[in-house]
């Protein structure tokens, strides 16, 4: 279910923060299709995600996403996963097959209609 919001207009970009969010899709096909950019009317990058949530831009080069059915495992191979992974021990990720994580991004802002869900955002070492 797509919520379309007023496009945020402040920066959310900040070093040494990663935001992550979780959900559930039928393929990885339909995750990845959600999450990546294609070019607008305008010439402008946008996508479902970043229309459902407000965000104006992320660089891509700071993404990491997942698709699995063991979410719990793969998390472990994400870059940096060591400084971060511990801020998600209270979320059921077995509930899950989806995971996206924007590096060096700092989201402060709650969708509840979304086919992701925001986790929140914490502080991560770049090794």
């Known amino acids: 279910m797509a919520v379309f919001c007023k496009k945020i207009d402040f920066k959310m970009e900040e070093e040494n923060m990663v935001s992550v969010w979780i959900g ?14 294609y070019y607008n009317e305008n010439g402008n990058p946008s996508s479902s995600f970043t229309d459902d949530f407000g965000i104006n831009y992320y660089n891509e080069d ?36 989806s995971l996206l994580c924007l590096y060096d991004f700092d989201y402060k802002h709650s969708i509840s209609k979304s086919a992701l869900v925001f986790v929140g955002s914490y502080p991560y070492l770049k090794n």
């Open 24 to 37: 559930n899709f039928d393929s990885e096909e339909q995750f990845f299709k959600y999450i990546y950019f």
């Open 62 to 97: 700071f993404q990491e996403a997942v698709f699995s059915n063991d979410l719990s495992k793969e998390i472990e191979g994400l870059s940096y996963a060591e400084s971060f992974v511990t801020h998600l021990e209270n979320t059921n990720l077995s509930k899950y097959n």
